[in-house]
């Protein structure tokens, strides 16, 4: 998996709690590209960052937030879980900003009960 | 409307048929489109990537492209059990990606 790692790769938790989702990786590649996927959605994009504390929203941005305080991490929160973020959620990391070079990472499967 | 609408299946295919999948996109500024493979439980990876119009050949996968009635296809030639997966076909959205649905193919022995 191009040297990115995820931590927690499953987890259950209640609705109403933060969570937090990692994505590190050793490649040293400057962006970083959260995603969650769904049946029939396929994977859509909930925040960017393209440079150490610079992110940027994706499409479905609601109810998450993202640091990056260093090059090789990133940071996903669920500031307050609910049910419809039950999801399978992926890191990706790029290293130009012509994006259609992607690796990702194993995924983390996440349940909110 | 979405930025690439992707057929759903999912595909049942006997062992050494052609797999034919396809999309369509919105766009015409679109000019990098992909098809990544993803096995289950695993992270999507890049299969093979097209840039502009035109086709494009590795090995068993062949990629066009059709600008004019904005069309992706991927062809998986003499399929095989290990090219079960699911598909999803991709563009080069403004520095971000924006993934089809995805296809689940799986190829009978």
């Known amino acids: 998996d191009a040297g990115i790692t995820q931590s927690p790769r499953h987890k259950v938790t209640e609705t109403g709690t933060p969570v937090t989702l990692r994505c590190h990786q050793t490649?040293?590649?400057?962006?970083m590209y959260w995603y969650r996927q769904d049946p029939g959605h396929g994977l859509r994009l909930i925040h960017y960052?393209?440079?150490?504390?610079?992110?940027d929203k994706g499409e479905v941005s609601d109810g998450y937030s993202v640091s990056r305080s260093k090059t090789e991490d990133f940071l996903l929160t669920l500031e307050s879980a609910t049910s419809s973020q039950t999801s399978v959620y992926f890191c990706?990391?790029?290293?130009?900003?012509?994006?259609?070079?992607?690796?990702f990472g194993p995924g983390t499967r996440l349940t909110v009960t | 409307q979405k930025e690439v609408e992707q057929d759903p299946g999912p595909l049942s295919v006997p062992e050494g048929a052609i797999v034919s999948l396809n999309c369509t996109y919105s766009n015409s500024a679109f000019q990098y489109f992909m098809w990544y493979r993803q096995y289950s439980r695993k992270g999507p990876e890049l299969l093979m990537y097209t840039y502009s119009s035109g086709n494009k050949e590795d090995g068993r996968f062949t990629a066009q492209v059709d600008k004019s009635s904005k069309y992706i296809s991927l062809f998986i030639r003499d399929s095989q059990p290990s090219d079960s997966a699911t598909y999803l076909c991709a563009v080069d959205n403004d520095y971000k990606l924006s993934f089809g649905a995805g296809t689940t193919v799986t190829v009978r022995a």
């Open positions: 990706a990391i790029s290293w130009t900003s012509s994006s259609y070079e992607q690796y």
């Open positions: 960052s393209y440079g150490v504390k610079d992110t």
């Open positions: 490649e040293n590649h400057r962006y």
